[in-house]
């Protein structure tokens, strides 16, 4: 199974290493030609633990190799995956201009490709956005999707910080498929790259697999602003201390104690910009998601909160000197 990458960030770039460390050979392609130029050289653009040493591994053994011919990178390879970024738009809905130049490159590959081909689509997108994705496909293509091409969306939950390790090792698998065949295909890759250490897999409609990633970051999302609405009840009672209730309310299984931790509210790239896509993707349905906008609400004010609380110890704080430790997005 020969194997090509669309987008070398964070999701793409990890993937790509660590696949090639597993004996698959990969095609990495990036519109970005330094990101690519400094890959090819053995060097990863951002950090990421454990991630240099398996991309000059993977360079070093010419089993990731980097291309700046996307048609290349279709043509030579079986499965494609796209990885580029779903940023945010002024209205907060998704911004899919990277995925459709994706699926433009892959398209226009794809009319000059006889074997059948897999394309599968891991950046997170909003319900309904890969069967698009197939139409737009055979447009350009002028090739028959389930036929020529099967598609699948396949959702990417890796933390920053943690990514090698989530990737090698993901709680579960999520499939979206267009069609049995393109399913199959993508869970036997996954076999041969998890063998004995498969994790649990889902198959099931594009759809839901859209939603699914939506509704696993908003959830988790909702568990940091829901302790941090306990904080502000603890902040008014004495003797209370809302480590030590988090600490009991975690250890109920149904609840769990991740994403339980009280602090200035959840950032990075992911949770703020999906929640405002799934709001926005809700409000085009004319569908109201309460538990969603209160615990975007919450994450907006917690920052101000902390002020309120370092006035309260210190009094106006004009003129003082702020020390802030724990400055990093992830410590
Ligand atoms: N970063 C995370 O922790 C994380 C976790 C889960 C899911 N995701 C999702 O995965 C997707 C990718 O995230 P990321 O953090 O890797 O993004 P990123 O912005 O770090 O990387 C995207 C890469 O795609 C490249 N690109 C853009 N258009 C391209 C094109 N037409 N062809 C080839 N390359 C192109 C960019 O140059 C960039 O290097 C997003 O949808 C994101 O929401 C990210």
């Known amino acids: 199974m020969r194997l090509s990458i669309f987008g070398l960030g964070h999701v ?8 090639a460390d597993n004996g698959f050979q990969v095609l990495g392609y990036d519109v970005d030609e330094k990101k690519s130029h400094m890959i090819s050289n053995g060097r990863v653009p951002f950090h990421e633990p454990g991630l240099d040493i398996l991309i000059g591994k993977a360079i070093s053994s010419k089993r990731l190799c980097l291309t700046s011919d996307p048609e290349e990178a279709v043509l030579s390879s079986d499965i494609t995956f796209i990885t580029v970024g779903t940023p945010e738009k002024p209205d907060g809905s998704a ?21 059948y081909h897999l394309v599968v689509l891991r950046s997170t997108v909003p319900p309904g956005t890969s069967r698009e994705a197939v139409k737009a496909l ?20 890796l933390r920053e910080g943690n990514a090698v390790q989530d990737t090698l090792y993901p709680d579960r698998i999520i499939i979206g498929e267009l069609d049995k065949k393109s399913g199959d295909l993508l869970e036997d890759f996954y076999k041969r790259f998890h063998s004995s250490k498969m994790p649990p897999l889902l198959r099931t409609t594009l759809e839901n697999a859209e939603l699914i990633k939506y509704a696993a970051n908003a959830f988790l999302a909702m568990k940091v602003s829901f302790i941090n609405m306990i904080a502000r009840l603890c902040e008014r009672i004495p003797h209370a201390d809302v480590e030590v209730v988090a600490k009991g309310v975690g250890l109920d299984k149904r609840i769990g104690a991740y994403f339980l931790k009280a602090g200035l509210g959840f950032g990075g790239s992911c ?7 799934l709001l ?6 004319n569908v109201r998601l309460p538990l969603v906008e209160a615990t975007l609400q919450i994450n907006e004010d917690q920052p101000l909160r902390a002020m309120q609380l370092a006035e309260e110890l210190l009094g106006d704080l004009k003129g003082k000197r702020i020390a802030i430790l724990g400055l990093a997005f992830k410590p």
Do not use: M, Q
């Open 12 to 19: 793409g770039l990890t993937l790509a290493a660590c696949l």
């Open 95 to 115: 911004d899919l201009t990277y995925v459709d130049e994706a699926l433009k490159s892959i398209g226009s590959a794809l009319s000059r490709k006889k074997d």
């Open 138 to 157: 055979e447009k350009i293509s002028g090739k028959k999707g389930e036929e020529n091409f099967g598609f699948c969306f396949n959702p990417e939950f």
């Open 271 to 277: 949770f703020p910009k999906d929640l405002k896509a």
């Open 280 to 285: 926005a993707y809700a409000k085009r349905l």
